[in-house]
């Protein structure tokens, strides 16, 4: 029964660090060390817009340090890869991580990865400092102003596999007034759910309106060949144990 035993060993793995969590913001210990994020994105290159059948993502030109992600908790410059939204069906939920409890109605991932010390994104996605995952709240309330961009796009994209291109988008428009953060060790929301990521949680939420976040509710997570259509919304995952994570807050 070795054979069972080694399927026993194979099959087990300790979940210790994953994402979205509940951020209590008077349980982060306020930590002086640690430095502004900078955001280098004044030469990126977006590449195209597409439905993966869970979100819809905005892809970029990775193949050199043209649009990067550092200081703050990261020891390295990040590559931006890609990024993307979940939202829920209806306001008061859709965001990944809560704040006390609070969801917010979407949340935007812009998606890095450390190409200093890895070769291939594949390979960071798999080690423990591997990606760093910038995340953006979005609230209820006026027009973005520059949101339509995305929105007036879906349409291209409504469908599961469809993708399209989307060129001079610089996700720098989307955002707020303050680069203040929570950060964790973490890991990614979706299948495969390694735990790579070091999350970088923008304290300030940007505004969009219903009118805009209801066409990301237009997107399908079914293709056009398939006669079921389903609407793409609540693609968030519920936020995961802390397992005595500290939560660390910017000045
Ligand atoms: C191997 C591997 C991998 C993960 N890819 S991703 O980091 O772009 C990603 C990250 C996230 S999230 N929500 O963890 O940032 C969600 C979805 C995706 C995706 O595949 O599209
Ligand atoms: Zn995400």
Redesign the pocket.
């Known amino acids: 029964n070795s054979h069972a035993h080694a399927l026993n060993t194979v099959m087990f793995t300790v979940e210790i660090r994953q994402s979205p969590i509940d951020i209590v913001p008077h349980q982060a210990s306020r930590d002086p060390n640690l430095s502004q994020i900078v955001l280098n994105y004044d030469r990126c290159t977006s590449i195209n817009i597409s439905n993966?059948g869970?979100?819809v993502?905005v892809e970029f030109d990775d193949t050199d340090d043209r649009s990067v992600i550092q200081g703050g908790p990261l020891d390295n410059p990040y590559r931006l890869?890609?990024f993307?939204f979940h939202w829920g069906e209806k306001g008061c939920e859709g965001s990944e991580h809560t704040v006390s409890g609070n969801s917010y109605a979407s949340e935007l991932?812009l998606?890095h990865w450390n190409a200093v010390k890895y070769k291939t994104f594949?390979e960071a996605?798999t080690a423990p400092d591997g990606?760093a995952?910038l995340g953006i709240f979005l609230d209820t309330g006026d027009d973005h102003r520059w949101l339509h961009t995305i929105t007036d796009a879906l349409y291209m994209v409504k469908f599961k596999g469809s993708i399209t291109d989307f060129k001079d988008f610089n996700p720098k428009c989307l955002l707020p007034s303050s680069l203040h953060y929570w950060t964790y060790l973490g890991s990614?929301?979706?299948p495969?759910l390694?735990e790579s990521?070091i999350w970088i949680v923008l304290k300030d939420p940007i505004t969009v309106s219903e009118k805009q976040l209801g066409k990301f509710r237009m997107l399908l997570f079914t293709g056009e060949e398939e006669d079921q259509r389903l609407r793409m919304e609540n693609n968030f995952r519920p936020p995961q144990p802390l397992k005595g994570r500290k939560v660390r807050s910017s000045n």
Do not use: M
Request: hydrophobic share 35%; net charge neutral; glycine share 0%.
């Open positions: 993966n869970h979100s993502v890869k890609q993307h991932h998606v594949d996605a990606l995952v990614l929301t979706t495969p390694h990521v």
